[in-house]
Each structure stands twice: as C-alpha cells, then as structure tokens.
C-alpha cells in the first residue's frame, strides 16, 4: 500500500499533523519511535507518522535519527516524505531536512511552507508572524531549549544548513497555480535543494500543494502540516459501550497560559486538581512518597467529579529553576525535566489502575508529558481521529495497558484561554456518546 511517512521531532507534532490527515479520510497512527513500528501489522495505514524526539538534542544526533526512519523506508513504497517543523520555528529544522535529502540520494528537493494559517501562523517575505507579531519578538524566542533569535525562516534554514535557500515570495503565489509552478522550478534550475514560499491562507498552501504537483518535481514537504495535508490529498487517493465517563488530566507544562487555561477550567467545572511538587519527582528519597500521596488525594475524592487531574504548578513563583537543580544533582536540565514528566506518568497509571475503569479519556499538556504517559501504560503510539483545536489533536491510545482509551493531547504554548475547556468538552462528548470500554485491555 502506498504510504505518507511524517518524520516530527515531537509526539504533539506528530499528531498534529496527523489528524490533519485523518480528517482527510487517510488512517493515520503516530507512534513514540521506529521501534514501535511494524511493517506486517501496520500494513494497512496510508499514514505513519514518527517521533524522533529530536527537537531538543544535538544537531548530528538529530540527523541521525531522521536518517534512520528515512533509512528504514526508502524502499517501500512511500508517495511522500514529510518533515513536520515546529509551528514556531524551534528545533534542529535544517539538519533534518538534510537528513532526509542527504539518505534519499536523488534529485529530491524539499519545498518549505512555514505556515499554519489557523493558528495564526504566517510567513511574508519569508518573514514567520504570529499572531501578527515577528516570531523573534514572541515568548516562544525566549524557549529555555530552543530559543529563537530571528524571524526569517529563510535565514534561520540557511545558517543551519549553511546553504541559502531558494525563496518565493507572497507577489508569485497570489498569481496563483501557474506562477507558483514556474517559480518552483527556476528555483530547482538555480540549483536550490530547499526551497521557502510564502503563504497567508489555507487557500495559497493549496495553491502550492497543486504547483508542486503540476511541476513534476519530487520533493519532500517541511511544515507544520497544513502543506503536507494539502500535498497528501495531490498525490493519494483518499481511502474511504459503555464507557467510563471521567476525564483525567495530566499537566507538566508551566507556562503562563497554561495557568490561565487551567483557571478557567475551574471555572467551567471545579475539576479536582491535584498539585505535584516537582522537586520532590526529582529527588530520589522523596519520589516515591509524593507520587504515593498525590496518587491517595486523587483517590480520596475522585467519585465526586467528572473532571480530575494532576498539575505540576499553580503560581508563577513555584516554578523551578531547573539550571540550579541540574548542577546541584550533576546532570543535564533535560534529565531533570526527565524526572519530573516520569513522575506525572507513574502518577496518571497508577489512578487509572486504581479507580477500577472510571476513567475514559486522557489529556495531557506538554510534549514530554506526553510521551512519558504513553511509554508508562506501554503504547506503541496514538491513532490520530480529529483535531479539537489548531495543534490539539483527539485519539486513540494503541495498545499498552490502556489499548484503545480515547486521548488528546497539547502542547502548553497552543491555545486561547478556553483551549482546556475546549478539550475537555470534546472528551466528555466522545465518553458519553461513541467510545467502547469493552475495548479497553487492562493489565494489573
């Protein structure tokens, strides 16, 4: 079967690009790495979408794993390589790009569409706006990780790659189809192996998918996921009981919108949230008493309400300086952050196996969050069913201790103040009316 391959450097990424796809009508499944893949059994999905969790790491590290998912299926018959980039720009975006060019070893070329209109990304003169704001004026520069120190996705790229880029500017692509074609191809002729175009609307990205189509160029698809979705539908055909009914989330990210959107959730259901000291996931001879005692205070009231969760901070104040603890413990920061995020997973198992199915749905905040609760319940990933808000995706967890338990997840920067409100609502619409606990596969 002919296949799409996403290759994103986080599991929210990955998803988000996935039910873009999903809607589309294509099975589309995530999974945390290669390894959780296998060819015979997943022989019948138009979509795998990998994790490399590469976002944060060393740039050759990063290569490396790109290369090996492009490595592993190269040879099968894959219409189109996707590399999914962060919406903001963040991560190691031109050593993965090289990656997949590099091991693909022909004349492929890789068309950069940096947008994501819906979530109020947009690219002008190869300029990345947020919100109508420069993406280096934003909080998102300011990433402990990843910081960002320009707003042009060309020269970000190209100082990565250390080769410029081919550009297209917004002028070619509101001349619509024909234009966009012609350029694409000066641009290859030029000898350019990446290419950025700039878009505005979902409507100049589909403009883009069909010129890319129309000029016979091979080429890979680097966006957040609106270009591939588009690039996709040009290339494949389109394929054709009770649950429990309480909603558990699980909280790492510590940015101040996500205390907002947390606010706000109390507002709408006066959920049971449950406060994690992180310091105290961190330190080995307090782990396992705090874990032991969120775990009894959730237990306790948990009867009492349809929304129930467990957060690692409430007060801006409360957050950790995690440079300082790495030091004093002689390891890395993303260790540290390793810590804590293993901790809320052990957290969120141990409820789920101790509130006898009660519990339907999941969502989680934070992309190592996220992937820390799906290692712990022993997924092999998420099929991806609908997207509840620009880069919040529903699914389905893949088999694991909790096989088939629906789930959406979010990374702590996306969303308006209801963003969480927004998921939830979804989560107990689905418990209530389509979701199948004789599904579930539980193991003690």
Known sequence: MSKIVIIADDLTGANATSVLLARQGFKATTFLNLNKYNAQEHKDLNIISISTDSRGIEKQLAYEKVKNVVDFFKNEDVKLFAKRIDSTLRGNIGSEISAILDNLNDDTIAIVVPSFPASGRVCIGGYLMVNQVPLENTDVAKDPKTPIFTSSAVKLIGDQMKVKPGFIELDKVLKGTDSIKDAIISEKDKGSKVI????????????????????????????????????????????????????????????????????????RYSPLLVAVSAANLIYDDTRKDEIGSVVEKVLQDVSDYDVVGVITTSKEDEVLNLTDIANELEISEDEVSQRISDGLAEITIEVLKKTDSIIGGLFTSGGDVTVAVCSALGSAGIEVKDEVLPLAVY??????????????????????????????????????NEYHSKDIKVEN
Request: net charge negative.
């Open 395 to 432: 699914g389905r967890i893949i088999k694991g201790v909790y096989d088939n338990m629906p789930i959406i997840t979010k990374g702590g920067l996306i969303g308006d103040d209801k963003a969480i409100i927004k998921c939830v609502d979804y989560l107990l619409t689905k418990l209530s």
């Open 196 to 267: 950025v175009i700039d878009a505005t609307t979902d409507d100049d990205i589909l403009k883009i998918a069909k010129a890319v189509k129309l000029s016979g160029i091979k080429a890979i698809s680097v966006d957040p996921g609106p270009f591939t979705a588009a690039l996709s539908e040009e290339l494949m055909e389109v394929p054709a009981d009770e649950p429990g009914k309480k909603v558990m989330l699980t909280v790492g990210s510590v940015s101040n919108l996500t205390r907002t959107q947390l606010d706000e959730l109390k507002l």
